[in-house]
C-alpha cells in the first residue's frame, strides 16, 4: 500500500512537473510573440514616419523650386525631425541644413546660422569618419554654414569653413573630382568676398575646367562658374573679359531656367555693372532693370537682391549727375538693408555713406554729414 501511494505521489510530481514545463514553453512562445509583434509594430511605424518625412522633404523640394523659401524651411524642418528621432542621422543632418539653406535664401540669416549650426552639431556627434556619404555630406554642412556667414558679413569665418569643407572631401575621397570643384568654387567665392582677388582665381579656374571636363550640356554648376569669374576680372579691371564670362553664364542660365529666375537676374545685374565701368550708363541701366523686374516678381521687395538692384540703379543715376533720383533709390535700399540686417551690417554702413556722397554732391554738407 506504501508502495502504490509513494508511486501515486511520484506521478503527481512527474505530471505536475510536466504541465509547469509546458506552461514555461508557452509562456516562453508568448513572450516570444509579443516581442515580434512589438518589434514589427516599431518598424512599421518606422517605415511610416520615414515616408512621411520623405513627403515633407519632397514638398520642400517643390516650393524651393518656386522660391517659397519660407514654406520649403518648414517642411525641411519636419522631415529633418523625424529623422533625428528615427536616428537616421544622414537624412536629418541633411534635412536641417537645407533647412539653413532655405532661411537664408529668404534672407532669414539668424534662423538659417541656428538650422546650420545644428546640421553640422549633429554631423559632428554621429557621423563616422570611414562612411563616404556622411562625411561628405559634413563637408556640404560646413559649406552652408559658410555662406550664411559670409551673407551676415563674416567673410573670415566664411572662408575658414570653406577651407575645412575641402579638406574634409580631399581626405575622403580625392577621386571625386567633381565634389572637390565645388569646394574649390566655394573658397574662390570666399576670397572674393574679402577682395583677394587672384586667391580667388586659384581656384574658380580649376573648378571651371574641372566642371567643362565632367559637366555636359548647359549645366547650372558651370553657369556658376563663369558668373564668378567674370565678377572676379571685373574686381581686377579687365572688363571686356569680365563680360566675356558673365555672358556666358547668362546664356546657360537663360537655356535652363528661362528668363523669370534669380540667376538670370543676377547675370543681368552683373552685366550692367560691367558696362557702367565701361562708361556705358544707359547700356547698364536696361540691364540693371531687367534684373530688378525679375526679382521683384520672384521675392518681393524686401530681399536683398531687390536692394542690390536698387544700389545699382542709384548709383548709375548717380553717375550721369541725376543726384535726386539716385538718392530715391539709395534711400530704398537703406530701408530693405536696416530691416533685414539691422543697423550693425557692412551693407547698412555702406548704404549710409552712399547718401551722404548723394548729398555732398548736392552741396547739401549738413545733410551729409
Known amino acids: 500500500m506504501k508502495i502504490n501511494l509513494y508511486k501515486l505521489q511520484l506521478n503527481n510530481i512527474v505530471g505536475h512537473t510536466a504541465l509547469k514545463q509546458k506552461l514555461n514553453d508557452m509562456k516562453y512562445s508568448g513572450l516570444l510573440v509579443l516581442c515580434a509583434f512589438l518589434y514589427f509594430s516599431v518598424s ?15 514638398k520642400a523640394d517643390t516650393l524651393f523650386k518656386v522660391f517659397k523659401y519660407d514654406s520649403a524651411a518648414v517642411y525641411y524642418c519636419k522631415a529633418a525631425g523625424l529623422y533625428e528621432k528615427g536616428e537616421d542621422w544622414l537624412k536629418s543632418v541633411e534635412n536641417y541644413r537645407l533647412t539653413g539653406n532655405s532661411f537664408m535664401s529668404a534672407s532669414k540669416y539668424d534662423t538659417a546660422l541656428y538650422y546650420s549650426q545644428k546640421a553640422l552639431g549633429l554631423a559632428e556627434e554621429h557621423f563616422r569618419k570611414n562612411n563616404k556619404d556622411e562625411m561628405f555630406e559634413k563637408s556640404d554642412a560646413l559649406i552652408t554654414l559658410a555662406r550664411v556667414n559670409e551673407k551676415k558679413g563674416k567673410y573670415g569665418e566664411g572662408l575658414a569653413l570653406c577651407r575645412k569643407a575641402l579638406v574634409l572631401a580631399v581626405k575622403t575621397d580625392s577621386l571625386n573630382r567633381l565634389k572637390i570643384a565645388n569646394y574649390w568654387h566655394e573658397i574662390g567665392n570666399a ?4 577682395g583677394k582677388y587672384d586667391s580667388a582665381l ?12 565632367l559637366l555636359q550640356g548647359n549645366s547650372p554648376e558651370l553657369a556658376k562658374s563663369y558668373h564668378i569669374i567674370g565678377i572676379i576680372y571685373k574686381d581686377k579691371g579687365e572688363y571686356d573679359k569680365a563680360l566675356e564670362f558673365k555672358q556666358k553664364a547668362l546664356q546657360i542660365r537663360v537655356s535652363v531656367y528661362g528668363e523669370n529666375h534669380p540667376d538670370v537676374a543676377s547675370s543681368y545685374n552683373s552685366i550692367g555693372i560691367s558696362y557702367e565701368d565701361k562708361g556705358e550708363y544707359d547700356r547698364a541701366l536696361g540691364f540693371y532693370q531687367k534684373a530688378l523686374q525679375i526679382r521683384v516678381s520672384v521675392y518681393g521687395e524686401n530681399h536683398p537682391d531687390v536692394a542690390d538692384s536698387y544700389h545699382n540703379i542709384g548709383n548709375n543715376n548717380m553717375c550721369k549727375g541725376d543726384y535726386d533720383k539716385a538718392l530715391q533709390f539709395h534711400q530704398k535700399v ?25 548729398y555732398q554732391y548736392k552741396g547739401e554738407y549738413d545733410k551729409a554729414l
Open 44 to 58: 512599421m511605424g518606422q517605415v511610416a514616419t520615414n515616408k512621411t518625412a520623405e513627403r515633407y522633404t519632397q
Open 191 to 194: 576670397y572674393e568676398n574679402l
Open 202 to 213: 586659384m581656384f574658380c579656374l580649376p573648378a571651371l575646367e574641372t566642371r567643362i571636363k
Open 334 to 358: 537703406l530701408q530693405i538693408s536696416i530691416s533685414i540686417y539691422g543697423e550693425n551690417h557692412p551693407n547698412v554702413a555702406t548704404s549710409y555713406n552712399n547718401i551722404g556722397s548723394i
